[in-house]
Protein backbone atom coordinates (compact mmCIF):
# COMPACT_ATOMS: atom_id res chain seq x y z
CA UNK A 1 0.00 0.00 0.00
CA UNK A 2 1.36 3.56 -0.46
CA UNK A 3 -0.37 6.69 1.01
CA UNK A 4 -0.38 10.00 -0.88
CA UNK A 5 -1.16 12.95 0.68
CA UNK A 6 -1.30 16.47 -1.30
CA UNK A 7 -1.03 19.98 0.10
CA UNK A 8 -0.52 23.62 -1.55
CA UNK A 9 -3.75 24.07 -3.10
CA UNK A 10 -5.36 27.19 -2.75
CA UNK A 11 -6.67 30.98 -3.95
CA UNK A 12 -4.67 32.63 -6.57
CA UNK A 13 -4.66 35.44 -9.16
CA UNK A 14 -4.42 34.29 -12.97
CA UNK A 15 -0.71 34.69 -13.76
CA UNK A 16 0.31 33.69 -10.25
CA UNK A 17 2.21 30.66 -9.04
CA UNK A 18 1.52 27.24 -6.86
CA UNK A 19 3.55 24.81 -5.67
CA UNK A 20 1.81 21.76 -4.81
CA UNK A 21 3.22 18.60 -2.55
CA UNK A 22 2.55 15.06 -2.78
CA UNK A 23 4.37 13.40 0.40
CA UNK A 24 3.86 9.19 0.15
CA UNK A 25 4.17 6.85 2.78
CA UNK A 26 6.81 4.58 0.80
CA UNK A 27 9.14 5.18 -1.82
CA UNK A 28 10.35 3.56 -5.55
CA UNK A 29 6.86 4.15 -7.45
CA UNK A 30 6.05 6.48 -10.78
CA UNK A 31 3.99 9.28 -10.21
CA UNK A 32 1.39 11.76 -12.18
CA UNK A 33 -0.49 14.49 -11.62
CA UNK A 34 -4.06 14.57 -12.73
CA UNK A 35 -6.80 17.13 -12.38
CA UNK A 36 -10.44 17.31 -12.66
CA UNK A 37 -12.77 20.19 -12.86
CA UNK A 38 -16.63 20.44 -12.54
CA UNK A 39 -18.26 18.41 -14.91
CA UNK A 40 -15.48 17.44 -16.92
CA UNK A 41 -13.38 13.77 -16.66
CA UNK A 42 -10.07 13.63 -15.11
CA UNK A 43 -7.18 14.88 -16.94
CA UNK A 44 -3.61 13.82 -17.29
CA UNK A 45 -1.61 16.69 -16.51
CA UNK A 46 2.16 15.69 -15.26
CA UNK A 47 4.19 12.20 -15.28
CA UNK A 48 7.72 11.71 -13.30
CA UNK A 49 9.21 8.07 -13.26
CA UNK A 50 10.50 6.82 -10.04
CA UNK A 51 14.20 7.96 -10.30
CA UNK A 52 13.70 11.11 -12.65
CA UNK A 53 14.77 9.49 -15.65
CA UNK A 54 11.80 10.75 -17.74
CA UNK A 55 9.23 13.36 -17.11
CA UNK A 56 5.77 14.58 -18.88
CA UNK A 57 3.63 17.30 -19.90
CA UNK A 58 0.10 17.56 -20.82
CA UNK A 59 -0.11 20.23 -23.82
CA UNK A 60 -1.94 22.55 -21.69
CA UNK A 61 0.32 23.01 -19.42
CA UNK A 62 3.69 22.48 -20.98
CA UNK A 63 6.10 25.49 -20.47
CA UNK A 64 3.96 26.50 -17.27
CA UNK A 65 4.06 23.30 -14.70
CA UNK A 66 7.47 21.65 -13.39
CA UNK A 67 7.44 18.25 -11.66
CA UNK A 68 9.83 17.17 -9.36
CA UNK A 69 10.79 14.13 -7.16
CA UNK A 70 13.00 14.09 -4.08
CA UNK A 71 13.27 10.34 -3.03
CA UNK A 72 15.06 11.08 -0.35
CA UNK A 73 11.85 11.94 1.40
CA UNK A 74 9.58 10.52 -0.49
CA UNK A 75 7.82 13.42 -2.32
CA UNK A 76 7.01 14.73 -5.35
CA UNK A 77 6.16 18.47 -6.06
CA UNK A 78 4.45 19.86 -8.75
CA UNK A 79 5.68 23.68 -9.67
CA UNK A 80 3.07 25.79 -11.35
CA UNK A 81 3.38 28.97 -12.67
CA UNK A 82 2.14 31.19 -14.95
CA UNK A 83 -1.53 29.95 -13.71
CA UNK A 84 -4.56 30.47 -16.20
CA UNK A 85 -8.27 30.52 -14.99
CA UNK A 86 -8.49 27.12 -16.81
CA UNK A 87 -6.41 25.67 -14.27
CA UNK A 88 -8.89 25.86 -11.66
CA UNK A 89 -9.37 22.20 -10.75
CA UNK A 90 -9.01 19.45 -7.77
CA UNK A 91 -5.32 18.24 -8.73
CA UNK A 92 -4.47 14.85 -7.56
CA UNK A 93 -1.14 12.97 -6.73
CA UNK A 94 -1.34 9.08 -8.30
CA UNK A 95 1.15 6.71 -7.75
CA UNK A 96 1.97 3.20 -8.75
CA UNK A 97 4.80 0.06 -9.18
CA UNK A 98 5.06 -0.17 -12.31
CA UNK A 99 8.11 1.72 -14.24
CA UNK A 100 5.84 2.17 -17.49
CA UNK A 101 4.76 5.29 -18.37
CA UNK A 102 1.54 6.34 -18.78
CA UNK A 103 -1.00 9.07 -19.03
CA UNK A 104 -3.79 7.06 -17.95
CA UNK A 105 -5.40 7.39 -14.52
CA UNK A 106 -6.96 3.85 -15.16
CA UNK A 107 -3.30 2.30 -14.38
CA UNK A 108 -2.29 4.36 -11.31
CA UNK A 109 -3.50 2.28 -7.86
CA UNK A 110 -2.83 4.78 -5.12
CA UNK A 111 -4.54 8.51 -5.09
CA UNK A 112 -4.28 11.22 -2.53
CA UNK A 113 -7.25 12.73 -1.49
CA UNK A 114 -6.93 15.74 -4.01
CA UNK A 115 -5.96 19.36 -3.24
CA UNK A 116 -7.97 22.08 -4.60
CA UNK A 117 -6.71 25.27 -6.82
CA UNK A 118 -8.95 27.94 -7.45
CA UNK A 119 -7.41 30.42 -10.56
CA UNK A 120 -9.11 33.60 -10.71
CA UNK A 121 -9.17 36.03 -13.44
Known amino acids: QVQLVESGGGLVQAGGSLKLSCAAS?????VAWFRQAPGKEREFVAF????????SYADSVKGRFTISRDNAKNTVALQMNSLKPEDTAVYYC?????????????????WGQGTQVTVSS
Open 94 to 110: AADRSSIYSESFHDYDY
Open 48 to 55: IGWNSNRQ
Open 26 to 30: TGNFR
